[in-house]
């Protein structure tokens, strides 16, 4: 499996963006989709999830109610769309994805086998 993640950029506080990461191959809808950021000096951390095909999604809670994933399994595209950003969310970006993840590991990092190269979004204040 292959990520490419994309839509980062220099965005306004307030503003929006809209990330995609696309995959290869053709068992997408099974995967779990994850987005992770690290700002610089930080360790990377979850952003939010969305689990197998059936695409519940989670969020950690800085996020909730300004972030918002979906799916698109006819694309094998994933989107992470980003409301009311604050300076806080500056860092790259990063989709990951896993086959085989239990709801309980969903933060984890180390519980995605695939990752993309990572898409950097710059809220100015």
């Known amino acids: 499996v292959q990520l490419q993640a994309s839509g980062g950029g220099l965005v306004q506080a307030g503003g929006s963006l809209r990330l995609s990461c696309a995959a290869s191959?053709?068992?997408?809808?099974?995967?779990?989709m994850g987005w992770f950021r690290q700002a610089p000096g930080k360790e990377r951390e979850f952003v939010g999830a969305?689990?197998?095909?059936?695409?519940?999604?989670y969020y950690r809670d800085s996020v909730k109610g300004r972030f918002t994933i979906s799916r698109d399994n006819a694309k094998n595209t994933v989107y992470l769309q980003m409301n009311s950003l604050k300076f806080e969310d500056t860092a790259v970006y990063y989709c990951?994805?896993?086959?085989?993840?239990?709801?309980?590991?969903?933060?984890?990092?180390?519980?995605?086998?695939?990752w993309g190269q990572g898409t950097l979004v710059t809220v100015s204040s």
């Open positions: 990951a994805s896993s086959a085989s993840i239990i709801l309980s590991q969903l933060e984890n990092r180390f519980s995605y086998q695939y």
């Open positions: 969305s689990f197998r095909s059936g695409g519940n999604t």
């Open positions: 191959g053709r068992t997408f809808s099974r995967f779990t």
